[in-house]
């Protein structure tokens, strides 16, 4: 999800501080900077005779790209970042006053949402329009409301999804 998310980040012009030289060494796409991790991740764990990615150059940049990955694009929501305070203020208000999600945990909701639908929600936040049911016909999360209404997100109880019942 890195790399996903530094191109993501790029492409939306999100940080102000461009530092390509963070992701450079892994590769000029997508494709060649997983390979590059993976590829490191496979030497040394046959050099250590188990599973590892700590010790290598490669794991040690990458290291170094996720940190400034979650101090310049991973921002907390705070009071200087009231514009992603907006959205999720916007989408965790519509998510408790639509009829259509009674019942549904919004966390719960916001974490089956695609990425796609929450970026699309984002844009009717930016328009200061709250969307109305109609214009989400087309989001995936509304043919599974049915089957959570009444769920709730238990984060000290590990959930095993093939076995996830209702309460």
């Not at 890195?2 to 993501?8: G, H, K, R, V």
């Not at 400034?68 to 998510?95: G, H, S």
Request: overall charge negative; some cysteine.
């Amino acid at each position: 999800y890195t790399f996903s998310d530094y191109n993501d980040a790029k492409r939306l012009g999100y940080y102000t501080r461009l530092n390509d030289s963070k992701i450079n060494f892994f590769g000029s796409y997508q494709r060649k900077r997983v390979e590059t991790c993976m590829k490191a991740l496979i030497c040394e764990s046959g050099e250590q005779g188990q599973i590892s990615f700590e010790n290598s150059e490669t794991a040690i940049k990458f290291k170094n790209l996720r940190k400034w990955m979650f101090e310049t694009v991973y921002l907390p929501i705070n009071d200087t970042n009231t514009l992603q305070r907006a959205y999720l203020e916007n989408l965790f208000k519509f998510l408790n006053n639509e009829t259509f999600f009674e019942g549904c945990d919004p966390c719960l909701v916001l974490s089956l949402m695609t990425d796609q639908e929450v970026f699309q929600f984002g844009e009717f936040c930016k328009t200061a329009r709250i969307p109305k049911m109609d214009l989400l016909t087309n989001f995936g999360i509304t043919e599974i409301i049915p089957d959570i209404r009444g769920m709730k997100i238990d984060s000290d109880m590990p959930v095993n999804i093939l076995n996830l019942k209702h309460p």
